[in-house]
């Protein structure tokens, strides 16, 4: 695998921005992907890896940026917990580690930059250089990846019988007899515009 410096620079293009976070996720995955005997990420070992991340902040740019893992390939997943943490899977042996950032990571990023005066500036550097098992907590864990998660071909595509869409990846649902899809079995995020909205929300003319 690449060095630290080069795959920190490479995260930093993508983000957009250096920050602890891309220190953080660029560390997180070299150390799990040891752990979980991938090298080659990117190359020969790419069908073999699978990430579940926790949250959707910065590090996880870097996590996508290290791995090659994405949510556009299926081998990345958001699961909203909230928590900095991810979980790396090799597929072909089902070895697994979480990685949590631990909290006193930051309190204790002061003992080791003590001259840099700016906190985050501080947290960021001495993200660097700080121990692993001061800045993570690993554990090994099993996971089972469903076949409806995997990368490849889509299981099923049905269609909803109330609004018409195509659902794919075995997500439709099923109420009454119906298949229906997550919008339609009340999940809808969205309201649709409708012609009374533009007439109500137009400036009334003089
Ligand atoms: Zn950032
Ligand atoms: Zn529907």
Known sequence: MESFE??????????????????????????????????????????????????????????????????????????????????????????????????EARTLSATYCPAIVDKYQRQLEAYKVMPLDELFVFQEVKVQVPDCDMPGRPIRRVR?????????????????GAILCRSCDGERYYQVVTDMDRVSAAPASS
């Open 6 to 103: 080069l795959l920190l620079a490479e995260s930093t293009r993508i983000h957009g921005h250096i920050c602890a976070g891309q220190v953080i996720g660029v560390r997180m995955s070299i150390a799990a992907l040891e752990r979980i005997g991938i090298s080659d990420p990117k190359g020969a070992d790419r069908k073999k890896l699978y990430v579940l991340v926790e949250i959707d902040r910065c590090a996880t740019d870097a996590i996508q940026s290290v791995t090659g893992c994405s949510l556009g390939k299926r081998s990345m997943r958001w699961l909203d917990f909230g928590v900095m943490a991810a979980t790396f899977v090799n597929l072909e042996t089902g070895r697994a580690i979480r990685v949590t950032a631990r909290e």
């Open 160 to 176: 909803c019988e109330q609004c018409g869409d195509w659902v794919q990846d075995c997500r439709e649902r099923e109420r009454n």
